[in-house]
């Protein structure tokens, strides 16, 4: 008996880092369901990894700021008899501008997105990786959720953080039914983020060496998750920057961060 392909949910497929996850397990054979909330773009991609692997591939437009929006998904799956063997919790955004410059609509949307839908699709799709015993849950996390928060970004490294612990405890408490769980943690990467959080003209003044291209990072984060890596910082580069943040006085590590967060994060709307 040959065993069914497996079968991976990422979220934010529609560019960036998702978009990348979704070429990468195309290619090892994985069948594949892509949600955004840019049909068109989920269509094209669709397209093409169908025409190159051969490979199933399901869009399910949605928003994940709605609350309804991950129920839904796992409906849908189960309406399909589609069994996730990989979730890859990738959608996510970043909200320009102090906490207080941003109404609380603005605030709850991306609190839902990045906090609340992975860990309600981990909750709802963790049982039937257990059952099948071969689940994979990468939460994409960031180094910044490593590092000191910095002003300009008021909930982003919080909710990585969080990413971090959730999947430290969710790794622990499936280790042993054969989920590995990690929270995938890059610093600068080549996408569309700095587009959208109107930083990219400061993001182009840093040093080459500082960025990874999505394809890199996610390379770097399947490999991760199989070898049963809770936490992983691709680049050399960053996993210094995390061990020398963690081995200095806090004082001296939120000073840094303060006058470093200038030159990349706004701090204006």
């Not at 590092?147 to 959730?166: E, M």
């Not at 990219?200 to 770097?220: G, I, T, Y």
């Not at 580069?237 to 200095?248: C, F, G, P, S």
């Amino acid at each position: 008996m040959t065993m069914p392909r497996p079968l991976s949910l990422i979220t934010g497929a529609s560019s960036g880092i998702g978009a990348a996850f979704a070429r990468q397990l195309a290619a090892l054979g994985h069948d594949l369901v892509l949600t955004a909330r840019r049909t068109d773009r989920l269509e094209s991609l669709a397209s093409e990894l169908r025409g190159q692997h051969g490979i199933q591939v399901t869009v399910l437009t949605g928003d994940l700021a709605d609350p309804a929006t991950p129920q839904t998904l796992c409906d849908a799956l189960e309406q399909r008899g589609l069994q996730v063997d990989w979730l890859i919790n990738n959608a996510g955004y970043g909200v320009p501008g102090t906490f207080e410059a941003n109404d609380w609509t603005t605030h709850a949307d991306f609190l839902r997105v990045l906090l609340t839908a992975p860990t309600e699709l981990a909750w709802r799709l963790l049982p039937g990786m257990r059952q099948s015993g071969r689940g994979r849950i990468i939460n994409v996390a960031s180094l910044a959720g490593h590092v000191p928060g910095p002003a300009g970004h008021t909930l982003y490294a919080a909710s990585k953080a969080y990413l971090i612990k959730f999947s430290q405890s969710l790794a622990l408490e499936n280790r042993a039914a054969g989920v590995h769980v990690c929270a995938l943690c890059p610093g600068f990467t080549w996408s569309e983020f700095h587009d959208v959080t109107r930083t990219r003209d400061k993001m182009n003044k840093l040093p080459a060496f500082m960025w990874l291209s999505a394809e890199e990072v996610v390379r770097q984060g399947i490999a991760a998750v199989e070898r049963g890596d809770a936490v992983y910082i691709p680049g050399r580069v960053n996993r210094t920057i995390k061990t020398i943040v963690q081995l200095m006085p806090d004082r001296l590590a939120l000073w840094l961060s303060a006058r470093e967060s200038k030159r990349y994060r706004n701090t204006q709307v």
